[in-house]
């Protein structure tokens, strides 16, 4: 499953690169936070429903498959997978802004207000799930399951690319990709531009559809979206939307946090979270090979860590208890699996277990409210 974990790692390398790089060059102009939260905000949760993705598209691929690529040459039907592919995107896009139901699932991308690569990974947990009908076109036709996964590592990759806020203008390419420049717009909280530039990787659908603007507002902008600012916990994040629209009244706490914690601490904790969800993804890829009772109690812990950090970040005491069971109950998962006792895994256990242990006696963790 080693070519599953390399899109993730090469993920962290550079977003983590830009953040560190803009610290550099634009002193104290990174909100680690906000950076901590959107690697945070949806990559444990959504891993398991891509894997449905997945799932859904090899189960159409195989028994619905239409056969109209039969006999096209492979550089043909690989081009109809790059094209159709984008073309779904672009209208699971635009109606994600088009009907209230699926803005629940996508206004957690638009709650950022920083434009960098961490954005581009800001996602809600749903966001897969409602991936699904837009890119069924491809399984009907044809398209095999492996070149699906390929071709949407490379638009995501694109995508990734598009929320960097380094890059210039680029030339002739601004005809026909989706470039930075052109997803900035599509960032900004005013809705004459958030509603424009659908487009994933070409920027020709929007032009074909009518939903293009060339450029940024000339006068001050922010991006983000109107309304309250997003919770830092990725559980009322992603589901606190459908409760709105669904009209229930579950609300998370607006008090004032306890502390506050650094960005150092958080940095730390999630990358130990990351590393164990290469562990998770490299033991277990999709998932959907019959879950066992050890996959479920890993993902259990990874999906607690990341609530817990979420806590933490908000300045909440539950979340440095939950954090602590998390980094303890690692190790003896560690211990009922019996092919895990290489040193790499007990490397992360022990750093875990530290970082834990730390955060509980009060490492990192300022006597200052978060959020007043």
């Given at each position: 499953m080693i070519d599953l974990v390399i899109p993730i790692v090469f993920m962290l390398l550079v977003v983590l690169g830009e953040a560190l790089w803009l610290q550099w060059r634009r002193k104290g102009s990174v909100d680690w936070h906000d950076v901590i939260f959107n690697l945070n905000s949806g990559h444990i949760m959504l891993w398991l429903f891509r894997g449905l993705e997945i799932a859904c598209y090899g189960y159409v691929a195989t028994h619905f498959n239409q056969g109209w690529l039969d006999g096209w040459p492979p550089v043909l039907m690989w081009l109809f997978a790059i094209l159709a592919w984008d073309f779904g995107f672009y209208w699971l896009h635009r109606l994600h802004h088009r009907f209230r139901l699926l803005?629940?699932?996508?206004?957690?991308?638009?709650?950022?207000?920083?434009?960098?690569?961490?954005?581009?990974?800001?996602?809600?947990?749903?966001?897969?799930l409602t991936s699904i009908p837009f890119f069924m076109l491809l399984a009907l036709a044809g398209v095999p399951l492996s070149v699906f996964i390929t071709v949407s590592i490379l638009h995501y990759s694109i995508q990734l690319f598009n929320h960097n806020s380094v890059t210039p203008k680029l030339g002739f390419l601004e005809h026909i990709l989706v470039t930075p420049a052109h997803h900035r717009v599509h960032h900004v909280k005013d809705l004459a531009y958030s509603n424009r530039n659908f487009g994933g990787s070409f920027i020709f659908w929007d032009k074909l559809f009518g939903t293009f603007c060339p450029a940024l507002p000339t006068e001050p902008f922010t991006y983000g979206v109107r309304g309250d600012k997003?919770?830092?916990?990725?559980?009322?994040?992603?589901?606190?939307?459908?409760?709105?629209?669904?009209?229930?009244?579950?609300?998370?706490?607006?008090?004032?946090?306890?502390?506050?914690?650094?960005?150092?601490?958080?940095?730390?904790?999630?990358?130990?979270?990351?590393?164990?969800?290469?562990?998770?993804?490299?033991?277990?890829?999709?998932?959907?090979?019959?879950?066992?009772?050890?996959?479920?109690?890993?993902?259990?812990?990874?999906?607690?860590?990341?609530?817990?950090?979420?806590?933490?970040?908000?300045?909440?005491?539950?979340?440095v208890g939950v954090w602590l069971l998390v980094t303890l109950a690692f190790p003896l998962w560690l211990l009922s699996v019996p092919d895990g006792q290489s040193a790499l895994w007990w490397g992360v256990a022990g750093g875990m277990v530290l970082h834990g242990c730390a955060v509980a006696v009060g490492w990192g963790r300022q006597k200052e409210a978060a959020y007043g």
């Open positions: 803005w629940a699932v996508h206004v957690v991308h638009h709650q950022g207000e920083h434009f960098n690569l961490s954005l581009g990974v800001r996602n809600s947990w749903y966001s897969s997003s919770s830092a916990n990725p559980f009322w994040a992603s589901n606190l939307p459908f409760m709105r629209y669904f009209k229930l009244p579950f609300q998370p706490s607006r008090k004032g946090g306890h502390f506050r914690c650094s960005a150092g601490c958080l940095v730390s904790g999630a990358m130990l979270l990351f590393a164990l969800v290469l562990g998770y993804v490299y033991r277990f890829g999709y998932g959907y090979g019959g879950v066992t009772a050890e996959q479920a109690a890993l993902f259990v812990l990874l999906a607690a860590g990341a609530i817990a950090l979420g806590g933490m970040a908000e300045g909440r005491r539950w979340g």
